[in-house]
């Protein structure tokens, strides 16, 4: 069974830094990009951006190049999702997904549960 | 970044069919190949429900199908049932990673 089984809930200080996990299981872990959503309270899903556990090339959407990094560990099966600096405006629900086999980036397979991120002096 | 609009808000009856937009803003069509639909259902994670356009995951039923003409994407739920009451979004892959994102979602009542 293909499961995605993401890091707990983090409380955070503005300017904090962060690095959450989503650990994949159930299928060979290299063989499928995963991706990063962002969804702030109340507010619909927004696209991070992805990564190849093959060869740890991440993409970005533009709205999110510099702001966070995308990595992955091939030999953990897990991928991360990491803030150097936190802000307010980070507090969301940040959901990892598996991209499906031969997608290009819109078919996410397989979801984590979430993981709550509140940013908050 | 991709423009994908959808309507706030449908309606339905049991048993009723619905049909959720997804327009992309651009005018290049021959971009707006690749486009998925996902159910969320509150405090859960999304569930892809259609892919490439028309393709329905192992477990979706028949009566999600879906479409695309020009600029425009439709899902279409027949023989609507309580359970599909939730928000639905569509996703769009545009040929760049500068072009790849979500529609701002619709929610669907089952009256």
């Known amino acids: 069974e293909v499961q995605l089984v993401q890091s707990g809930a983090e409380v955070k200080k503005p300017g904090e830094s962060l690095k959450i996990s989503c650990k994949g299981s159930?299928?060979?872990?290299?063989?499928?990009?995963v991706g990063w959503v962002r969804q702030m309270p109340g507010k619909g899903l927004e696209w991070m951006g992805i990564?190849?556990?093959?060869?740890?090339?991440?993409r970005y959407s533009p709205s999110f190049q510099g702001q966070v990094t995308i990595s992955v560990d091939k030999s953990l099966s897990t991928a991360y999702l990491q803030w150097n600096s936190l802000k307010a405006s980070d507090t969301a629900i940040y959901y990892c997904?598996?991209?499906?086999?031969?997608?290009?980036?819109?078919?996410?397979?397989?979801w984590g549960q979430g993981t709550t991120v509140t940013v908050s002096s | 970044q991709s423009a994908l609009t959808q309507p706030r808000s449908v309606s339905g009856s049991p048993g009723q069919s619905v049909t959720i937009s997804c327009t992309r803003s651009?005018?290049?069509?021959?971009?707006?190949?690749?486009v998925s639909w996902y159910q969320q259902h509150p405090g859960k994670a999304p569930k892809l429900m259609i892919y490439?356009?028309?393709r329905r995951p192992s477990g979706v039923p028949d009566r999600f199908s879906a479409s695309k003409s020009g600029n425009t994407a439709s899902l279409t739920i027949s023989g609507l049932q309580a359970e599909d009451e939730a928000d639905y979004y569509c996703?769009?892959?545009?040929?760049?990673?500068?072009?790849?994102?979500f529609g701002g979602g619709t929610k669907l009542t089952v009256l």
């Open positions: 490439d356009v028309n």
């Open positions: 990564v190849n556990p093959g060869d740890s090339e991440a």
């Open positions: 997904a598996r991209l499906l086999s031969g997608s290009w980036a819109d078919t996410f397979d397989f």
């Open positions: 996703c769009s892959y545009a040929g760049r990673y500068t072009d790849v994102g």
């Open positions: 651009s005018s290049d069509v021959g971009g707006y190949n690749y």
């Open positions: 159930g299928y060979t872990f290299s063989s499928c990009w």
